[in-house]
């Protein structure tokens, strides 16, 4: 059974920081794409990072700059560095897998098939 448990999110003041984690199981992490996205209350999701096998990373343009995508292969782990948090990233944060080598770097939520719950990160002073 694919699992994805996103932990870490929380109340955080505008300038602060978060680390988000996602534990992945159920799958070969290290082949898989694994990305972050987001979503907002009566917004669509959209994504915020993605890092391949090989830990390259693409960011979003509101994510460059103040978040870090990683991963740890070893601990089939997936991580999200945020800082400088601003109201504005207040969403449901969701980690993801993909399959699909060259779609996972167009950062479409149809490109990934394995999804977590998600973990609240609320920025207010």
């Known amino acids: 059974e694919v699992k994805l448990v996103e932990s870490g999110g929380g109340l955080v003041q505008p300038g602060g920081s978060l680390r988000l984690s996602c534990a992945a199981s159920g799958f070969t992490f290290s082949s898989y794409g694994m990305a972050w996205f987001r979503q907002a209350p009566g917004k669509e999701r959209e994504g915020v990072a993605v890092?391949?096998?090989?830990?390259?990373?693409q960011s979003a343009d509101s994510a460059k700059g103040r978040f870090t995508i990683s991963r740890d292969n070893a601990k089939n782990t997936l991580y999200l560095q945020m800082n400088n948090l601003k109201p504005e990233d207040t969403a449901m944060y969701y980690c993801?897998?993909?399959?699909?080598?060259?779609?996972?770097?167009?950062?479409?939520?149809?490109?990934?098939?394995?999804w977590g719950q998600g973990t609240q990160v609320t920025v207010s002073s």
């Open positions: 890092i391949d096998s090989y830990r390259r990373a």
């Open positions: 993801a897998a993909s399959a699909d080598r060259l779609g996972w770097w167009s950062l479409l939520p149809s490109t990934f098939g394995y």
